[in-house]
């Protein structure tokens, strides 16, 4: 019962996946990204086998703090940013989303292949853990890579965090969700950064489509011409 | 026996699902919303009237309503009700299931292109272009079906849906996915709304009711029962694929298959509530997302093999 528990949250984790790939209103991506935050902070819950004995403070306390900043703190920050940057969706990505669709599927295909081969000990827990790691990695990178405003990509950050988070668990290395603790510091200090970053690249720009960033600098491409 | 009873049940119930689903879209609103019973007085009340047929048309228009009750009414005949056999039931029926709704979509659709109105024309080129679509989709869920099926690769309907029960309790993830693409081909098939919205008359939004605009009286009357039906059939399909079909005694089981019912009506009356209608250059998009679903599930059950 517990297997099949653990393997309905990683079965979502997926679903928000490909949500998130498809879907071009950032308030929508903003809310599926809070609710792939919670379902990867309460992961290590699931995983604790309870028939033994009753999960420690310690796990308690990590996965509550995990599931309540990925799940309510940075979307919080990041709706702010996207109100202060008035931007409602994501009108011109790089690759369609239907295309995007598809690559998603290529990518959980591979993920899943491939971690048939690896003798991760996440397939004691459950053997449905890498390959949700690998994929959601995956997805994330692809968010980074195919997206031109700077929320999307902060949001594809989160994914990557949130498989590389996924993985941990998974291993369930010892202190791993001290680690967790200091890679998600890092997100949040990128989400602020990012936070002001969209703010004045709005600001001096009216968008926030990151990919012009190179015209920025000293050399001004626009008298060459 | 007990599988009459299911049959007639749901061949008199039908249309309460459609009350069901509008009492909940009215709740959400707020607002007292029409009764439980309405479809049933607005078909009698469409049976009194008089048939009326356009000029231009042929009889086609005057066929096609009756072939698509007829086809799915002997869909739902072939419906394996609350885990018993269908008596009509062979190995393969799945695949006749699945046509006979298409056979009712392209009655529907020609009879839409008979009356020559160019509005009716558009409805019809959008149903044809989604459930092209949807064909691709419903062919993943039955290879899923076929693979997980109680007897090897088998394409027999009671088989294939009466897996829960055969000790297959581990695939339980992969059953759950194949149900989520079932419900998105579900509201896909029967016209409800992030595809299509069955209340509104804004000529660019419609796609069914584009194509009954001609229709009247008792042929109005068929069209609207034979779509009440077809939601309850694929509803019971939705249901007996998730749900455990042990049969205890008859009279409990009917019970749980007819609540199952009326839980997915209530499940898609909550979708319809809580979504705005997609565009028509998204539902694509959304299909091919129930795709993806339907896919990793195949992929799940061949790479663990459950």
Known sequence: MITNSIEIILAIILLTDIVLVASSRLFHCIKITAIQGIAVGLLPLFIWDWSNSTPTLQLWITSIVNAGIKGVLLPILLSKAMRHSSIKRELEPLVSYSASVFIILIIITASFYFSQFMNAPATDICRFTTPTALSTIGAGLFMIIARKKAITQALGFLMFENGISIFGNGIGIEYGFIIELGILLDVLVLVFIMGITVFNINREFSHIDSDRLNQLGDYDHSKQK | ?306
């Open chain 2, 1 to 306: 026996m007990n599988w009459f009873i299911c049959f007639l049940i749901s061949l008199i119930a039908a249309p309460l699902l459609v009350g069901v689903i509008n009492k909940i879209k009215a709740l959400f609103a707020g607002r007292h919303g029409p009764r439980l019973l309405q479809l049933y007085y607005d078909i009698f009340k469409l049976l009194k009237k008089d048939r009326i047929l356009s000029s231009t048309s042929t009889c086609i228009m005057e066929l096609c309503p009756i072939i698509n009750l007829g086809a799915v009414i002997v869909a739902t005949a072939l419906m394996p009700m609350a885990g018993y056999e269908s008596p009509l039931g062979f190995n393969g029926d799945i695949i006749l299931f699945f046509y006979l709704f298409a056979l009712g979509r392209i009655a529907t659709i020609f009879a839409a292109l008979d009356t020559g109105s160019a509005f009716e024309g558009m409805g019809a080129s959008r149903e044809a272009q989604f459930s092209a679509i949807v064909e691709i989709i419903v062919f993943t869920i039955i290879t899923f079906l076929a693979l997980i099926s109680a007897g090897g690769f088998s394409l027999d309907l009671l088989q294939q849906i009466s897996i829960s029960s055969t000790g297959v309790g581990l695939a339980i993830t992969p059953l759950l996915l194949i149900a989520l693409a079932f419900l998105i081909v579900l509201l896909c098939e029967n016209c409800r709304v992030p595809f299509d919205d069955p209340e509104t008359h804004l000529e660019l939004t419609m796609i069914h009711e584009a194509m009954i605009l001609d229709n009247a009286g008792p042929d109005l009357a068929i069209i609207h029962y034979a779509a009440a039906l077809k939601l309850w059939a694929m509803s019971g399909f939705l249901v007996v694929l998730v749900l455990p079909s042990v049969i205890v005694n008859g009279f409990v089981t009917i019970c749980c298959y007819l609540v199952g019912i009326i839980l997915v009506g209530i499940i898609v009356g909550v979708i319809e509530s809580i979504l705005a209608r997609a565009r028509f250059l998204k539902v694509p998009q959304l299909l091919l997302s129930a795709f993806t679903i339907a896919l990793i599930a195949i992929l799940l059950l061949s790479i663990f093999k459950y």
